[in-house]
């Protein structure tokens, strides 16, 4: 067996006492096997004493230097290849693997027909050629190479049939395919982060963190699984962890040896609370949107969380910036063109399509399925969910597909171009926008336009800032006039609240008990994310506490498991005036009814600054908790005001900072008569319009018919 045939065999097939000591065939069993050290040593050591260079062990040297990412030192070893015989298909093994890891595709591409020749004949060349054609996206090229691959299949054309499918938007299929390796080849590096990436892009929540924790027990903290430790730390609500890792793969980065991962280090941050720094990042990161466009959406998502002065700038510096891409001028022209708008009747029945990334347990989900349950016998419109984002094994499309007058449409494994043609062929007359610039978007689609009227609605706090976005739909709380926040889209307020609180009882919170009160001094709490706890939010609460002896502050913010997120927050909270020790920390429970239940714990829910409440105010109150709110300026800081004034509680929404401990100071001294009333505030919100999801269904339908109208009117 030559030395190259061994680099194709099953790891668990391979002994490597069958091959005398100091033989390439050693070295090359020892590199298969996944011991490279050991695999160095004796590669150099036969180079050494050995004159001229052998080829063969220059050619294992180079390929063992890609494997450890070390890619000067593989591109020296390439030039004495070159040397030596320039036409081997070695080298130009190594020199396609060489400019792949390099990411300059550019130079591959141009290389000649003549380059890939023998990939029939050299299983090593046909596996680069099929790894190049996926990442080039030729998936019908890579398909019919694989056909051609002895059957059954070496490791490489496993992961490379993994790779085609994941290509394909069969990320768990992948997993399901490539996840038994790992016991074949438990020590290949390559094969570990394959089968990381696959099970964090299917969302097959069970396997994520079992995955993490062995391929972190095989490989430590390498550079190329950190982006993902990072991200499971994040899943797992332990952002101090999560930081701790996006600053490693930091360091790995400032040498040459990874890729920074910068979205992920930025989630880290924010999610511990240390918001305010993002308005200050790197001019070169703000200037070049296009270097790493998710990056440029995450900001974008963070500084509308701030209310920062800087959103403005970035987003039409960042939308600019897409609309000159040649590909995105291609989403504009794909095929079908989008549907006209008709002339005719108010009342004339319309398809609308919502467009989320978030078909999950997650807040924009629930509030759909509020509105469509409650409205399924009387709706005017035909609805269509539209998918963008596999959820895996999170996901709720079947609860939607049972809907009657609902349709739920797939387009989570296409990209691009094709997505945009798939949305279209739809033929929606409006298409709603339910994720900005948040995960699972593609607002790239909606810039090139999936219908002739668009609106951003629910899922993002605010302006889409697309030139293409139509309408911008709330309500006059969250748009109070005369209305100052940065905007691209027309205002629409419905004359009825934004949004409407009435759970199904299919849904935890739709059966869900009250819970009895608190025992002892007054418990003032917030339920809402650690990125929302600013340093102004927690001086105003280190007030509030230090004024009210005996009060205490319950905190369910990130896992109980977590301490370096809970570290860095104490340390905030005393820089701040907020004692630690009055705070109580909850652990982050595993279901939505565990988590309901932990509003036992406390009387009156706080509001942060700015980054305000909006599910979490509905469920505080429906589990008979009032919420304390400042009114802000901005979308982002008025949601709980809207869902509060919605309810008919205007005076727990308060004006100004003094108003908001004022009004904390005065609930504390009723406490009784608000533990003995706790029934009253799900009352307040069933009797209100807050309460009515069906006439809220029936105004977003009226609204959606007077757009189109008005835009037949304007085209």
């Known amino acids: 067996m030559s030395v190259f045939e061994i680099l194709l065999v099953w790891p668990d ?54 494997l450890q990412g070390s890619l000067l030192l593989a591109s020296e070893v390439l030039k004495k290849l070159e040397r030596i ?95 038994p390796a790992l016991a074949r080849a438990p020590l290949d590096r390559q094969l570990h982060v394959q089968v990381f990436d696959l099970v964090i892009a299917a969302r097959i929540a069970n396997q994520i963190v ?58 880290s941050y924010e999610q511990c609370g240390q918001v305010n720094w993002l308005e200050y990042l790197h001019p070169i990161i703000r200037a070049n949107p296009l270097a790493d466009p998710i990056l440029s959406g995450n900001i974008a998502c963070h500084l509308a969380s701030l209310e920062s002065s800087w959103y403005a700038e970035h987003m039409q510096l960042f939308v600019n910036s897409l609309l000159a891409l040649p590909e995105q001028k291609q989403y504009a022209s794909a095929q079908p063109l989008i549907k006209p708008l008709n002339r005719g009747s108010q009342n004339k029945s319309k398809t609308i399509a919502w467009v989320t990334g978030d078909l999950q347990p997650h807040p924009v989900s629930r509030f759909l399925q509020h509105f469509l349950e409650a409205s399924h016998d009387h709706r005017l419109h035909k609805h269509i969910l539209v998918s963008t984002m596999d959820n895996g094994t999170e996901s709720i499309v079947p609860i939607f597909q049972a809907m009657p007058g609902v349709d739920v449409v797939e387009v989570s494994h296409l990209r691009g171009k094709d997505c945009v043609s798939a949305i279209r062929s739809l033929q929606a007359d409006l298409a709603v926008d339910l994720s900005g610039w948040t995960g699972g978007n ?39 006039e005369p209305m100052n926040e940065w905007h691209t889209e027309k205002i629409w307020r419905l004359d009825r609240p934004f949004l409407a609180w009435q759970p199904p009882n299919d849904l935890p919170e739709g059966s869900a008990e009250l819970t009895p009160a608190p025992s002892g001094d007054i418990c003032f709490g917030s339920f809402n994310h650690t990125r929302k706890l600013s340093d102004r939010t927690l001086r105003l609460w280190g007030r509030i506490l230090n004024d009210l002896p005996g009060s205490t502050l319950v905190l369910k913010a990130s896992a109980n498991e977590d301490q370096p997120t809970q570290l860095i927050l104490r340390r905030r909270m005393m820089r701040n005036g907020l004692d630690p020790e009055c705070v109580t920390w909850l652990g982050f429970t595993g279901t939505c009814e565990e988590h309901l239940q932990q509003y036992r714990h406390i009387d009156i829910a706080l509001d942060p600054i700015p980054n305000g409440g909006c599910t979490t105010t509905c469920e505080a109150l429906w589990m008979g908790v009032p919420v304390i709110t400042l009114e802000g300026k901005h979308y982002v800081s008025r949601m709980s005001t809207a869902v509060l004034r919605a309810a008919g509680l205007d005076n727990w929404v308060c004006s100004s900072e003094d108003d908001y401990y004022q009004l904390c100071v005065n609930a504390a001294s009723q406490l009784l008569s608000l533990r003995s009333t706790r029934h009253q505030w799900r009352n307040l919100i069933q009797a209100s319009k807050l309460g009515d999801a069906s006439n809220h269904m029936k105004a977003l339908e009226a609204a959606f018919s007077l757009m189109i109208n008005e835009q037949v009117l304007v085209n």
């Open 13 to 66: 097939q391979l002994v490597v006492e069958n091959f005398a000591l100091g033989t390439l065939e050693r070295s090359a069993c020892l590199l298969r096997l996944g011991r490279l050290q050991e695999s160095e040593v004796c590669l150099l050591a036969f180079i050494s004493a050995n004159s001229p260079e052998p080829f063969e062990a220059l050619a294992l040297l180079g390929f063992l230097r890609l």
């Open 85 to 179: 015989d320039s036409d081997s298909w070695q080298y130009r093994w190594l020199l396609a693997n060489l400019l792949i890891q390099r990411g300059k595709l550019d130079e591959l591409v141009k290389q000649p027909h003549a380059f890939w020749r023998e990939v029939s004949q050299y299983q090593h060349l046909a596996n680069t050629y099929v790894a190049f054609a996926l990442i080039r996206r030729d998936f019908s090229l890579a398909e019919n190479l694989l056909k051609q691959f002895p059957v059954p299949f070496n490791l490489e054309a496993l992961r490379l049939q993994a790779g085609l499918l994941s290509g394909r938007g069969q990320a768990a299929a992948a997993f399901q395919l490539l996840r």
């Open 210 to 267: 079992p995955t993490a924790r062995e391929v972190v027990s095989r490989h430590g903290e390498h550079p190329d699984v950190l982006n993902n430790v990072t991200a499971v730390k994040l899943f797992q609500r332990q952002p101090g962890y999560g930081r701790r890792s996006a600053l490693i793969l930091q360091t790995w980065a400032s040498v040459g040896r990874a890729k920074p991962g910068c979205p992920n280090q930025i989630c």
């Open 442 to 480: 593609f607002s790239r689609g909606f810039l090139a336009r999936y219908a002739q009227v668009q609106v951003n609605y629910l899922g993002y706090f605010a302006s889409s800032g697309l030139p293409t976005m139509d309408y911008w739909l709330g309500d006059k709380e969250l748009f109070p």
